[in-house]
């Protein structure tokens, strides 16, 4: 595994335990399924290791874009949107304010990991 990429790839247990809390508050307050979730974590993915023009902000953009805000509670938006502040930081503190690189991408990996586990266990 790349040194850089450390920060998320040794299970940062706090970031992991939120990413997965929040994906399954999104899976249970909203009209998103946990199939719908990972084939989004899917999509993600291809995008990370198909094109050259991926930002960390592109991706939290996305991923932001994607979420039905409405559909939550004020508290559960409050979570949600620290959570993926949270991951946009330390993934920014990894590859910059640019380009994925390879570390940037076994970090996005990383979380993908941690959103499908979270949706697996819902999907079972």
């Known amino acids: 595994m790349v040194a850089g990429c450390a920060l998320l790839a040794e299970r940062d247990a706090r970031l992991e335990l939120a990413t997965q809390y929040a994906t399954l508050k999104v899976i249970a307050e909203t009209d998103v399924t946990a199939e719908q979730v990972l084939e989004r974590v899917g999509?993600?993915?291809?995008?990370v290791e198909t094109d050259a023009q991926v930002t960390v902000h592109?991706?939290?953009q996305q991923v932001r874009q994607s979420i039905s805000w409405d559909r939550l509670d004020a508290a559960d938006q409050l979570l949600l949107n620290a959570v993926l502040m949270d991951a946009e930081l330390r993934l920014a503190e990894?590859?910059?304010d640019g380009l994925l690189d390879d570390q940037g991408k076994v970090a996005v990996g990383v979380l993908l990991d941690w959103i499908a586990e979270a949706a697996a266990i819902e999907g079972s």
Do not use: P, T
């Open 94 to 96: 990894i590859v910059g």
């Open 58 to 60: 592109n991706l939290a």
């Open 43 to 47: 999509a993600v993915r291809l995008i």
